[in-house]
Every structure is written in structure tokens, then in C-alpha cells.
């Protein structure tokens, strides 16, 4: 009989996933569970096979992993979670399915304000939570930070998509780490009042309700912009992405908020050996340029060459609130999300 291989693929429905059983996989592989999409993973999971020899067996999933690793147990084949958000890293840790990692290539190639104070997880790359700001209707200056959204100048002239996104909780949650509640609430309350729309869409569609004349100003992640302007497949999304400026917002105060993609280890990992050489490899020079040519995100390490694109944005200051006290305020920003009452 061959040797049992999980299936490399994506189980869409209901956001649920799967391997076919839990006989062992072979010593020569490491087996990966990841929120990380499968076109974005691939190309780098063929590097570290091509370097190491090592096989990589992963499974995708949109949600789910802590529930389903607490639930598997000692069973679980994992040994290693690829996510794309904070929050899930900071899941992982509280339902304690993690375990720390001791590496000194990841101490000194991860700065310390994007990983877990105890190594239970390791950013991989950065993005920014950036202003998109109408080139025809917003003067240079107009805006520059988080909190002229909440301006009353900007009156029936804001989009976002639905506060209780992960990419708007963790923002929220950083502000109130920083400022307080008392300020996050303010600034959600002012934000409700100048929306030109209820709450809606993904971050792409804000950019589409600028060119279309919905509203003059939105949030969104930094790699999105990249995206537009490359969509071959649905060209009317450059025209998006030609329409807006994208501002870092705070250059003069704190820094513009960040969130990442990030890496942690399986607590019952079988192959612990190979998931530690894919986590370090994931750091490596070859795999952060992998990263960056990909996505048009930030690497986490210095010194890695950028997407042209993305380059062409320039230099931001980044805000340097460790993200693992960020991620602790998550439900509190949540619930303060539903008292103001802003999806509604």
C-alpha cells in the first residue's frame, strides 16, 4: 500500500476542511493547516520541497482551525498553522493548540512588537490598514490620519465594510490598546455619522464606491491597491484602483496600523524537526521575496527586495504596538462594535 498522503486542497464549503484519516505521514514531510490561500502558498512550499526535500502536505481552510485542533488533540496530524490575520494567531495561543519555539534565526529576523512575547507565534509579512482617498474629490493634505474619519467635514463622504471584519476589529482593538475605549468609541460613533452607505462589501468594493462617486474615502489594506492594478481577469478593477490615492494614515503621530500573516507550531506536532526547518525557511531571504513578489505585502525581514508596485507607494512609519497586546482587546473592540450600533 502507498503511503497515506493528506490532500493538498481546499474544502470550500462552509468554510470546512478535512483530511481523509489520521494513519501517519511519512518522516520526510510536515504537514501544514493554513488559513493562507492555496495560490499564495504553493509557490512556497515547492521552494522549501525543492531546497529540503521535505514534503509539504497542507489542508486550507477560511475557519475553524483552533476549534478543530482542540478537537483532534493529541490525533491531530498538524504540525504547523499558517495564518493571515493576528486574531487567529491569538486564537491559537488561547485555545492552547500552540507551542513556543525556540530559534534564534526567528529572534533575530522578527522584530519582537510582531511576535508572541513567548514565541507561540511568528509574523511572515506586513500590511498596512491605509486611507483610499478619491483623486478627483480629496486635495492633497485633506486627510492624514485615522481620525479625520471621523470629522464632520467628511459627512456622508465615508465607506468601510463591516466593522466586525477581523481587518476593522484589530484596527479598533489597536486604538483602544493605545488610546482607551472611551476614545475607540468616540472615533466609531464619528465614523457612523459621516458613512455615505451602510457597512458593506470587501475592501476592494470601497475602492469601487470611490470611482463610482459613493463616498470619497475608505480603509483598506495596503496589498489591495497591488491587486487592482494587476486584476488581468477583471479589468474594471484597475479603473478602481486608478481612481484612488492611497494615503498612509498618522505619518505624524503614532504610524499607520499593521496587521500580518504569521506562523505557528502545532502543540502535538509529529515533525517537529521539519515544521521548525519550515518555519525558519518561511523567514528566509527566499522565502520573504517569495512573499513579497506574490501578494504585494511588506516582508517581516529587512532588507528583501519589494514588488515594484508596492516600492512605488514609498516608505510608511508603521505604529509599534505588539501585536499580542493588540489582539487581547479584540473582543472588547467587538463588543464595542455592537454597542455603537455601526454595521447597522
Request: aromatic fraction near 8%; proline fraction near 6%; glycine fraction near 6%.
Amino acid at each position: 500500500m502507498k503511503p497515506w498522503i493528506i490532500i493538498a486542497a481546499c474544502i470550500i464549503v462552509g468554510g470546512a476542511f478535512a483530511f481523509i484519516s489520521h494513519r501517519p505521514t511519512p518522516e520526510n514531510s510536515v504537514n501544514v493547516y493554513s488559513y493562507r490561500q492555496p495560490f499564495l502558498l504553493k509557490p512556497l512550499t515547492d521552494a522549501f520541497t525543492a531546497k529540503t526535500g521535505i514534503a509539504v502536505n497542507t489542508v486550507y481552510s477560511k475557519k475553524g482551525l483552533a476549534e478543530k485542533l482542540k478537537a483532534e488533540g493529541a490525533r491531530s496530524p498538524a504540525d504547523v498553522i499558517l495564518s493571515s490575520d493576528v486574531g487567529a494567531l491569538h486564537d491559537l495561543t488561547v485555545a492552547d493548540v500552540v507551542a513556543p519555539i525556540e530559534s534564534a534565526i526567528l529572534e533575530d529576523t522578527i522584530p519582537s512588537h510582531l511576535r508572541h512575547p513567548e514565541d507561540k507565534w511568528f509574523g511572515l509579512t506586513v500590511r498596512g490598514r491605509a486611507l483610499f482617498v478619491s483623486k478627483e474629490r480629496v486635495p492633497p493634505g485633506a486627510i492624514t490620519g485615522y481620525a479625520d474619519l471621523a470629522a464632520p467635514q467628511w459627512r456622508g463622504r465615508v465607506c468601510m465594510r463591516s466593522a466586525k471584519h477581523v481587518y476593522n476589529i484589530s484596527l479598533i482593538a489597536a486604538m483602544i490598546a493605545r488610546q482607551g475605549e472611551q476614545v475607540a468609541e468616540n472615533w466609531l460613533r464619528g465614523v457612523k455619522a459621516n458613512l455615505a452607505r451602510k457597512p458593506q462589501g470587501n475592501d476592494r468594493a470601497q475602492a469601487k464606491a470611490i470611482k463610482e462617486g459613493v463616498c470619497d474615502v475608505a480603509l483598506a489594506n495596503t496589498y489591495y491597491l497591488g491587486k487592482m492594478l494587476t486584476n488581468q481577469s477583471e479589468p474594471e478593477q484597475q479603473s478602481w484602483a486608478d481612481a484612488i490615492e492611497m494615503i498612509f494614515p498618522d505619518q505624524d503621530g503614532p504610524g499607520t496600523y499593521i496587521n500580518i500573516s504569521g506562523v505557528a507550531l502545532a502543540k502535538n506536532a509529529k515533525h517537529v524537526d521539519n515544521a521548525i526547518r519550515f518555519i525558519e525557511f518561511m523567514a528566509s531571504d527566499e522565502a520573504q521575496k517569495i512573499y513579497a513578489e506574490q501578494n504585494f505585502e511588506y516582508p517581516v525581514k529587512e532588507g528583501i527586495a519589494l514588488h515594484p508596485i508596492v516600492e512605488n507607494w514609498g516608505d510608511f512609519k508603521s505604529e509599534e504596538t505588539p501585536l499580542s497586546t493588540v489582539a487581547i482587546h479584540r473582543p472588547q473592540a467587538s463588543r464595542l462594535v455592537d454597542r455603537v450600533g455601526f454595521d447597522h
